[in-house]
């Protein structure tokens, strides 16, 4: 996967994580690791300063805490990929299907 599409993978993947429960560097990397992005804990922190930048996401010491506006975002996100995955594996289906 390229960068720019993990970066963004990461993001979404940090907002769900800080609606969980709040979310630090430290906690957040073995969660990346987990689900099977390769990341240094320089990245995760760019990408926390990120979101709270963006005011999505608020900081407190080392913890993040998902705002008001990060809810929101979660929930647009959380809408278009529904729509994304229901189009995109269907059409890979069918494009398998058909010898393509």
């Known amino acids: 996967m390229q960068a720019a599409t993990q ?4 993001r979404i993947h940090l907002l769900h994580y800080a609606e969980e429960q709040d979310i630090s560097i430290r906690e957040a990397l073995p969660k990346l690791e ?7 804990d320089r990245e995760v922190k760019q990408e926390l ?5 963006e005011n999505l996401l608020t900081a407190h010491g080392e913890e993040y805490t998902l705002t008001g506006a990060g809810i929101t975002e979660l929930r647009k996100i959380r809408s278009a990929l529904g729509n994304m995955c229901s189009e995109v594996l269907s059409e890979s289906g069918n494009a398998k299907m058909a010898g393509v």
Do not use: H, K, S
Request: hydrophobic share 50%; glycine share 6%; charged share 20%.
């Open 7 to 10: 970066n963004l993978f990461i």
């Open 49 to 53: 300063e990120n979101l709270a930048t």
């Open 34 to 40: 987990r689900v099977g992005y390769r990341v240094a």
